[in-house]
């Protein structure tokens, strides 16, 4: 999708589920993945500091739903990576960048 205009409001339209430690305490998106959608308007895009436990992801309240557009505010790094259909990516210090993760698949 190469309009610009449509872009926005494909972003402004698609939600994310996301960590609250990336959406109430601003921290840096370190792991992300995409699966199918759960529900409507669901980008299928899960976001995460990467630095949950298990206990912290155990607990439902501690994840949000938000329009993409928002987590691109908190995260603007991600941008790239939205257009990606599934996967997982992680943050890389040394490249400064995204790297796909091959070794992971989301628990069922």
Known sequence: MNN???QALSAALNYAVVSR???????MVGFMYREAAAFEQDSGWR???????DDFVNNPDNFIT??????????P????????KQGAWEWD???QDY??????????
């Open 47 to 53: 976001l995460f500091s990467g630095a949950e436990d």
């Open 66 to 75: 938000i329009p993409l557009n928002e987590a691109l505010e908190i995260c």
């Open 93 to 95: 210090d040394d490249a």
């Open 4 to 6: 610009p205009f449509a």
């Open 99 to 108: 790297v796909n993760v091959t070794d992971w698949q989301p628990q069922e």
């Open 21 to 27: 430690q990336v959406s109430d305490e601003n921290n």
């Open 77 to 84: 790094e991600i941008k790239s990576l939205l257009a990606e």
